[in-house]
């Protein structure tokens, strides 16, 4: 036994960490030529850009010295640094339709020499959960394999394929067709999933490989095996997602735009000349659900609104939210606050009504906009309610942050759980 163990050992490459502290890299690929689905890393799944589900479970698995997207994209790599990942700039060179992964990661690898393993997270995965990353990056960090992949099980029959016009006979490959094997008395197959890779860089810049040396998988539940490669892909990954993904920690914090959302933008001018705004109880109500449920509300008026404006104070005191004067384009000044207090734009909502607020609602975590919004606040947003400004909208939006803040809650109570079973 000894002598096989010694003989293995000597045919696997030393591609061990000798570093005292290991740079883990995650790195998403998204080329901005993808000819299934257009800008398909960017386009919405329900309601959030296709890459931001991945860099949401890579960010809050809290495992990565660095999370990346490697692009040609200037609108992709808008979006990847809106959700708290760097960017590489990819060069021609490895942006073709024939280029690799292998060629674009170690294109990366090379431009950046402190990384010392990296996480290959397909953009198109957007089921995968922190844990799945957390649980593969032990086999690494503290196994000792070189690399990991991910599978799933599959419970699939394979007969060999016949070519048209042949005269061969097909046969099994994975079965007797005597005894059919009932799938509860069968462990199926592993198959790539694609979900994610990860291998040292010795093992990708010195043996040009993903998978090689002290190789192990990681096997994900077939639920969150989810890839999207053609547009008939789309609305079945969207409800898969809905009802599997990952969801983030939730916001913390919501930016609410007052005039046509927190109010329906009329003003009341009295007889003796006092300007009013009228703010609906349910709205009210609904301030009061994001702040019980620790979610801070910023009220944003236009220095445009002179009315408004002079209301600050009573909108402070009726709500209890700081009011923040913004501009035509409220995006610099939110971002600013956004940066302050150190968080990405995956953390924030926003409501909005007005085509000024489209880079914003673009942005943000959590958008929303009120059923009477202009049409190009509509189109950025990833909610429309159901009712107007000042009506009653923002307390439909209030319990859809609520909502998703409790199913993140629930589904990362229930990732511990099947990962302690699995």
Not at 94 to 103: A, I
Not at 199 to 214: P, V
Not at 253 to 282: N, P, Q
């Amino acid at each position: 036994t000894g002598a096989l163990k010694k003989k293995k050992t000597a045919d696997i490459p030393d591609l061990s960490l000798s570093h005292t502290h290991t740079h883990v890299a995650a790195l998403v690929l998204a080329r901005g030529g993808s000819k299934g689905i257009p800008l398909k890393n960017i386009k919405l799944l329900a309601g959030v850009p296709l890459i931001g589900w991945v860099l949401r479970a890579a960010l809050d698995s809290e495992r990565f010295d660095s999370v990346w997207v490697s692009t040609d994209h200037d609108d992709i790599e808008k979006v990847a640094k809106s959700w708290g990942a760097r960017v590489h700039r990819r060069s021609p060179e490895v942006s073709r339709d024939g280029s690799t992964s292998l060629e674009t990661i170690q294109e990366f690898l090379r431009s950046n020499a402190d990384v010392d393993v990296v996480c290959n997270v397909q953009a198109t995965s957007p089921c995968l959960h922190p844990s799945h990353l957390q649980e593969a990056l032990k086999k690494v960090l503290e196994d000792g394999y070189d690399s990991v992949f991910s599978v799933v099980r599959r419970h699939q029959f394979r007969w060999k394929e016949v070519k048209k016009g042949s005269t061969e006979c097909t046969h099994p490959e994975n079965l007797d067709p005597a005894r059919r094997p009932r799938r509860q008395d069968w462990d199926g197959e592993l198959y790539e999933n694609g979900s994610f890779y990860i291998c040292t860089r010795d093992l990708i810049l010195k043996e040009g490989r993903l998978q090689g040396g002290k190789v192990a998988y990681f096997e994900m539940e077939p639920q969150h095996s989810v890839d999207i490669d053609v547009d008939i892909d789309w609305p079945v990954a969207e409800q898969r997602v809905l009802r599997y993904g990952y969801f983030g920690q939730g916001v913390c914090l919501m930016f609410l735009k007052v005039s046509g959302c927190l109010t329906d933008g009329k003003i009341f001018l009295s007889a003796s000349g006092e300007d009013m705004l009228c703010v609906h109880t349910r709205d009210s109500e609904g301030i009061g659900m994001l702040k019980k449920d620790n979610v801070e509300v910023v009220l944003l008026t236009s220095t445009n609104d002179a009315v408004t404006q002079s209301l600050t104070e009573k909108l402070e005191k009726l709500t209890g939210c700081e009011v923040m004067a913004v501009g035509e384009e409220p995006l610099q000044e939110v971002q600013a606050v956004v940066e302050r207090k150190k968080l990405d734009w995956k953390d924030v909502a926003y409501m909005g009504n007005d085509a000024s607020d489209a880079s914003c609602l673009s942005l943000a975590g959590l958008s929303a906009v009120p059923a009477d919004a202009q049409e190009g606040a509509i189109n950025a947003a990833k909610y429309t309610c159901r009712l107007d400004g000042g009506v009653g909208a923002l307390r439909e939006f209030a319990e859809h942050v609520v909502q998703q803040k409790e199913k993140a809650k629930s589904q990362m109570k229930q990732d511990r759980i099947d990962r302690n079973n699995f």
